[in-house]
C-alpha cells in the first residue's frame, strides 16, 4: 500500500501566520492527492483535489502544490475559522490511503 | 441537492457483524461511486472501500477478509458489513460521494 507521510502531526499556530503542511507519498501518485479540512464533531470538507485544484466554496487563501513526491497545503494569513485538523489522501492507486493528520492549535 | 446520510445501530458486541446503510439523494447510484471512511476516536482517517457506479467494488486490504459493500440501486442505499468487530473497530463511520460529498457519519461502539 502507498504510505503518505504527513508532517507536522500538530502544529501551535498564531492568526495572520501562514502554514505549510506537507505529504510524501512512498511512491508516485502522480497528482491525485487532496486535501481535508476537519472540525470537531464534523465531517470532513473537501479543500484541495487533484493536488493544486480549490475546491468549490473553499477561500482563495488555502493552495495546494506539489514538489516530486511532496504534497503540501499552505494557508495564507491564518483566520480563526480554519483551526482544525487536516488530512491528505492519495487517490491514484487502491486501497486508497490518508495521512496521519495535522492538528493546528492557537499559541 | 446531494445528500448521504448514514444509519446503523450504534453498538455492537465483540465478535459481531456491523451492518451500516448509506442512504443517498440527489445523485444516482449508477453515476457516482461511493466509498466508507471511517475514524476511530481522536485518531486519522481509515478509507474502507468502495462501490463503483458500475457495481464494482474495492476494498482496503486490511479490512477485505471481513469487509462487503453493496448496494440496492432502487432503493439509493449503499450497504456496509463488516464481521468480526473487536474494540479497535470503534469510531465514526463516513460514506462520501466522489470524496467531495460527506455524510455526517455515524457512531459505532464495539463492546461488551
Known amino acids: 500500500d502507498i504510505q503518505m507521510t504527513q508532517s507536522p502531526s500538530s502544529m501551535s499556530v498564531s492568526l495572520g501566520d501562514t502554514v505549510t503542511i506537507t505529504c510524501r507519498a512512498s511512491?508516485?501518485?502522480?497528482?491525485?492527492v487532496n486535501w481535508f479540512q476537519q472540525k470537531p464533531g464534523k465531517s470532513p470538507r473537501r479543500m484541495i483535489y487533484?493536488?493544486?485544484n480549490l475546491a468549490d466554496g473553499v477561500p482563495s487563501r488555502f493552495s495546494g502544490s506539489r514538489s516530486g513526491s511532496d504534497y503540501s497545503l499552505t494557508i495564507s494569513s491564518l483566520e480563526s475559522e480554519d483551526v482544525a485538523d487536516y488530512h491528505c489522501?492519495?487517490?491514484?492507486?487502491?486501497?486508497?490511503?490518508f495521512g496521519a493528520g495535522t492538528k493546528l492549535e492557537l499559541k | 441537492q446531494v445528500q448521504l446520510t448514514e444509519s446503523g445501530p450504534g453498538l455492537v458486541h465483540p465478535s459481531e457483524t456491523l451492518s451500516l446503510t448509506c442512504t443517498v439523494s440527489?445523485?444516482?447510484?449508477?453515476?457516482?461511486?461511493v466509498y466508507w471512511v471511517r475514524q476511530p476516536s481522536g485518531k486519522g482517517l481509515e478509507w474502507m472501500g468502495r462501490?463503483?457506479?458500475?457495481?464494482?467494488?474495492s476494498y482496503n486490504s486490511a479490512l477485505k477478509s471481513r469487509l462487503s459493500i453493496s448496494r440496492d440501486t432502487s432503493k439509493n442505499q449503499v450497504f456496509l458489513k463488516m464481521n468480526s468487530l473487536q474494540t479497535d473497530d470503534t469510531g465514526t463511520y463516513y460514506c462520501?460521494?466522489?470524496?467531495?460529498?460527506w455524510g455526517q457519519g455515524t457512531l459505532v461502539t464495539v463492546s461488551s
Open positions: 511512491q508516485d501518485v502522480g497528482i491525485y
Open positions: 440527489g445523485f444516482s447510484l449508477t453515476g457516482y461511486s
Open positions: 462501490m463503483r457506479y458500475n457495481g464494482d467494488t
Open positions: 462520501t460521494r466522489d470524496l467531495a460529498h
Open positions: 487533484r493536488a493544486t
Open positions: 489522501l492519495q487517490y491514484d492507486e487502491y486501497p486508497y490511503t
